[in-house]
């Protein structure tokens, strides 16, 4: 099943499978000048914030997400994956691509 995933802020939508992660979903809409991060929870290069939507989690590092970050929704796209339709916002390393492709 499919969920929209809305980026707040360039205001790109773009569809994730549940199967996938929220990152993956991105490398699937747009991979141009997204940098390749370790996609295993470990380098904190896709830190997001989710501003709204239900979602499900695998492990990341707590280097890059603190107990405080996790009760924010600012987490690691590679270790999300939506349950329904998400809005976001990119707060890590990506935000240049985005911001280049804006
Ligand atoms: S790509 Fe490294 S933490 Fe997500």
Request: aromatic share 4%; glycine share 12%; hydrophobic share 35%.
């Amino acid at each position: 099943m499919k969920h929209a995933v809305r980026i707040a802020g360039i205001d790109r939508t773009f569809w994730c499978d549940e199967n996938d992660s929220l990152l993956t979903g991105i490398l699937k809409a747009n991979s141009s000048g997204i940098p390749a991060g370790c996609r295993g929870g470990g380098c904190g290069v896709c830190k997001i914030q989710i501003l709204s939507g239900e979602f499900s989690t695998g492990c990341m590092s707590g280097c890059h997400v603190s107990a405080e970050d996790k009760a924010a929704g600012k987490l690691l796209a590679c270790r999300v994956y939506p349950r329904s339709d998400i809005e976001l916002s990119v707060i890590g390393k990506m935000i240049r691509c985005f911001q280049k492709v804006a």
